[in-house]
């Protein structure tokens, strides 16, 4: 008897355990009630494992070889469903550009040294041009016409017009429905400066540091030319960089006045002490009494650090407020065209990740997550059962994206 209830029990979990085990095999089939709870299935739809392989091996995607299209003029990416066209560059320098924009990791982070590359060789691209052409009529007839039914305009100051007119340019670029990344429109539509090609000269002397050339505008625009830095400062090394370039000077070499002009006017009237009867109330006094004193010098080296005193020296012969709109243009140009070719690569991969994965997918998406959806994005954002016929980017600077999807 024992032994038959133990064969019978065998029976049953051998059975209850096959039966337990064709349930987790077979296909499950959807249900729409709500009182079914569905296991969490997490699938990536924006990365796909040949981009994950691509970046963690830092090998740039085939985009095609640089195909030439006339004397200086080069196709960067021939396979990319919108081919930037590159003037002004020999092949050795669109090659270079040509890998700034095709690296792997980081793309936003390499916009300095692309915006340093055209402001030096004054480059140009084709897209762009005609993509400008394409919206600046239409750009300066809506400021016009704001212009024309402005109440203000007509008895506004030259400074309240140039605040309206920023208002204006605001309101005009929000009708045109376009949006191109982070890329400055608004400039990029305003056209190259006049004056793009005399920092050249200046630009040479940076060679490819974009990062010393940013810091060096930055202290253009300080309001006061002396800085103090601190040995354990990050921008310590740039200051001392300047120095070695002519471009700024540093402690004992900087002019008094200028050393004091630097300076608070509580630490004008520490320097001060014993000379005068009380502290002095304003600082161009207080600077005044100071360059008087026959022992300043010394005076200064009591409560102060030479080595940590630098001074930016603005370029010869070149207006400060030109350099800083010369590269505030290169750099619109610079992120709008990394925008352009970094959706390009996306849209390769996502073709690439359909094709070895064919088995997976059976639908595409195009998406854009801006919120609200750009006028631009809205007529093509959308799930197609087959490959679309066009595929973004759809414009310049377009960051719309194709992703592999599954039908609804």
Known sequence: MEWLVIIVLVAVVWYWVKRKNARASAPVKPRTTSAVVVPEVKVTFTTSASRRSRSDSGAPRDVGDLKSAGDNAWVLNPKSPLPLTVQGADKQLAARLKALLGGAEYWSQKIPDI????????????????????HRRRFDVEVSCHISNSF????????????????????????????????????????????????????????????????????????????????????????????EKGLARRGKDIPAQIMLDGLRLKDLNDILAGTIQKPLGRKAKAVEVALELPDLQARLSERISFREMFQVIPPQGINTDVLAESFAYATALA??????????????????????????YDAWEIQ???????????????????????????????????????KD
Do not use: M
């Open 115 to 134: 915006a340093l590359i055209i402001a030096q060789h004054n480059l140009r691209f084709d897209e762009v041009d005609a993509f400008v052409a394409q």
């Open 152 to 243: 203000e305009w007509s008895s506004a100051s030259e400074k309240d017009r140039e605040d309206l007119r920023t208002e204006f340019q605001a309101n005009a670029l929000e009708s045109l429905g376009i949006f191109v990344g982070r890329a400055d429109l608004g400039r990029l539509l305003a056209g190259e400066p006049a004056e793009f090609a005399e920092d050249d000269e200046l630009l040479r002397q940076f060679g490819g540091d974009a990062a010393l050339y940013s810091f060096y505008l930055t202290q253009l625009s300080r309001s006061s030319p002396v800085a103090t830095v601190k040995a354990d400062d990050y921008g310590r090394k740039f200051w001392e960089q300047l120095v």
């Open 335 to 360: 992120t709008v065209v990394q925008q352009t070719y970094f959706t390009a690569v996306n849209t390769l991969d996502a073709i690439d990740e359909r094709k070895r994965d064919s088995g997976i």
């Open 368 to 406: 854009n997550w801006k919120e609200p959806l750009p006028a631009c994005a809205a007529s093509v954002c959308k799930k197609y059962d087959r490959l679309p016929t066009k595929l973004p980017p759809f414009h310049i600077g377009c960051d719309c994206q194709l992703q592999c999807s599954f």
